[in-house]
């Protein structure tokens, strides 16, 4: 190989040796950026597992929330005669929380006194007013309609629902089970990336002794 040769030889070397070099960096970063959504997923699965609900229990037992039904308005309002806790509902302004104005409206009151919700008797949302305050409910005792907090109210119960955390268990595992392959994908191309670059900087050495052994050959030529 001449010396102009071997010169071109060597520079497309490099350029390539190069961008292996930038194309591995480009890589281990993305690994990098993999393994921080990796420990996303795990605490996104951390509060999946800890997520906790307000359930009934009409016969005071509260030991596993598989057997009691999810806390709603329906089961708060209702009669005692029909299974239910005889309570009601205030929101933070004191009105009364009803899915729709009754009809026709009782005596001495007026649509102010009352918060229409129409989505009251969905569970999640019915919960999630009565955790954040923006809800109250009530019982009836001898000095009238007094506030009753969840913690201390009697049938009502906290705990984590067995169905969220087969849920969040179940997602957990097929994306890390995905972002994981994802990994080894990258571990493979950094692996051929690094064989590759050892084989040309092999060749590089080559080529710089021909380079050098020209150059010498030359000066004993002209010397």
Not at 56 to 84: F, H
Request: with cysteine; proline share 3%; glycine share 8%.
């Amino acid at each position: 190989m001449g010396m102009s040769a071997s010169q071109a030889r060597y520079l497309c070397l490099t350029a390539r040796k190069n961008n292996l070099e930038f194309e591995i960096q480009q890589t281990t970063q993305a690994k990098m950026l993999l393994a921080q959504e990796i420990d996303t997923e795990a605490l996104l699965w951390s509060n999946g597992m800890n997520i906790q609900h307000l359930y009934y229990s009409p016969d005071g037992n509260g030991s596993s929330t598989q057997d009691m039904q999810r806390l709603t308005y329906q089961i708060v309002t209702a009669s005692t005669d029909d299974g239910g806790l005889g309570m009601q509902v205030r929101d933070s302004y004191g009105r009364l929380v009803v899915s729709e104005l009754p009809d026709p409206m009782p005596e001495g009151k007026t649509v102010k006194d009352y918060a229409v919700e129409p989505y009251c008797g969905q569970a999640d949302y019915f919960e999630n007013n009565l955790k954040t305050g923006n809800w109250t409910i009530q019982k009836m005792t001898p000095a009238g309609w007094t506030d009753q907090t969840v913690d201390g109210a009697s049938f009502i119960y906290t705990g984590v629902d067995s169905g969220d955390y087969a849920i969040a268990n179940a997602e957990y595992d097929a994306k890390v089970e995905k972002l994981q392959r994802i990994d080894k994908q990258y571990d493979m191309r950094i692996q051929q990336l690094s064989t590759e670059q050892k084989a040309i900087e092999n060749e590089m050495d080559s080529v710089k002794k021909v380079i050098d052994k020209n150059i010498e050959e030359t000066f004993k030529t002209f010397g």
